[in-house]
Structures are given as C-alpha cells and as structure tokens.
C-alpha cells in the first residue's frame, strides 16, 4: 500500500508491559514523526527523525524510545508502559526540508490498564 | 515555545450558516501555517497551507486568512454542511516542527 501506515490500529495491553508502535511510509521521506493526541491537550511531539539513524526528543519523550535504522520504517517503543500513556498516536512523514508539510498516519489508539 | 490556540473549543452551526474559527499563536517567525480536519478516530487531513508570505489561501467553500503580526489566523468555512463536522486542527510550522492548536470542534445541524 502506497503511503503511510500505522500498525496496530488498536492495542490494549498492561502496565508495565513493552509496546512497540509500528510506522512505514512509502515515500522515502526523510523526516518522520510520532505524535499523541489527548484530550485538552491536541497533537503533541514525542520524537522526530530526520533521516536514518538520525532521531532527536520532542515535547513529551519521556517514557518513549525510537530507532531509525531504514528510512521508511520509524518504530515508536513504550519500555514500560503507563497508564498515562493512553492516548492515541499518529506517525507523519515529510519530505527534505519540509517538515512543515507533514502526511500523517491513521493513527493508533493505545489503551494501558 | 510556540503556543498555538484555538477558540472556541466547540461550536453547533445551523446548516447554512457560515463558520468562523479562530486560531491564534505567541511566536510570530513561522514558516508557515496549516489547517487541518480530523473526524472521528481518523487521522489528519490537510485542507489549507499558508505561506508566511502570503496573507491568505482559498479551497471551495474554504478560505484561510494569516495576520503574522497579530499572530492569528481565520478559517472561513462558507454555507455549511452537515459533512462539515469534524474538528479542524490549526498547526504553525518553525524549526523543522509543527505546533499544534487544540482543535475546534464543529457541529453542523441540519
């Protein structure tokens, strides 16, 4: 499938458990994203990238951990997971240069018990 | 830090009726600005990008205004519809990252 997409969609799991949320794009864009979104808050950054094996923190990337070894793929890692860290979370991509203009994913809803 | 806000939170529109939103940010040196819509447990799409430059972009019914001095910004959303409802996303770009608004949640009456 052309573009960007997340997986899983949905996902339940239990305090303290390791999650990985997955993102591949099709575009070959060099710089992607993860955001999550919760209520009163709106999109905030957790990690960006701007190319392979390039990674750098965001607004909230406590509790998170990314890797970037190939350009499409850019895995977002809850080590730990909290409940505080129910939210839903999108992964964008954008091309060199244009972190401005930014598709994104559909997103996964992440609930921790 | 950037702060972007968005008033109101949420508004009902009878159908017909045109919108108004309004977004505003605390850092004028943007790249530039974005709006967005977003349904429910989707994700985002984008409907308008506007140039620092520039001062305002139009889309069929849609029509963004951007005041960089002010540091606010109109969507004009013309002669709703009931498929207009979604939550639009106000997002300014800078430093290789957008900064988001809150949303205004939108409901069209029919």
């Known amino acids: 499938d052309a573009g960007i997409t997340q997986s899983p969609r949905y996902k339940i799991t239990e305090t303290g458990r390791q999650v990985t949320l997955m993102c591949h794009q099709t575009?070959?864009?060099?710089?992607m994203f993860w955001y999550r979104q919760d209520l009163g808050h709106g999109l905030r950054l957790i990690y960006y990238s701007a190319a392979a094996d390039i990674t750098d923190k965001g607004e909230v990337p406590d509790g998170y951990v990314v890797s970037r070894s190939k350009t499409e793929n850019f895995p977002l890692t809850l080590e730990s997971a909290t409940r505080s860290q129910t939210s839903v979370y999108f992964c964008?991509?954008?091309?060199?240069?244009?972190?401005?203009?930014?598709?994104f994913g559909p997103g996964t809803r992440l609930t921790v018990l | 830090k950037q702060e972007v806000t968005q008033i109101p939170a949420a508004l009902s529109v009878p159908e017909g009726e045109n919108l108004v939103l309004n977004c505003s940010f605390t850092d004028s040196a943007i790249y530039n600005l974005q709006w967005f819509r977003q349904d429910p447990g989707k994700g985002l799409t984008s409907l308008l990008l506007?140039?620092?430059?520039?001062r305002e972009q139009t889309s069929g019914r849609l029509n963004a205004s951007l005041d960089k001095s002010s540091g606010r910004s109109t969507l004009y959303i013309a002669a709703s519809q009931p498929g207009d409802s979604a939550t639009y996303l106000c997002a300014v770009s800078g430093n290789n990252r957008l900064a988001f608004g809150k949303g205004n949640q939108v409901v069209v009456i029919p």
């Open positions: 575009w070959s864009h060099s710089y």
């Open positions: 506007i140039q620092s430059s520039q």
């Open positions: 964008a991509s954008s091309e060199p240069g244009r972190a401005d203009e930014q598709f």
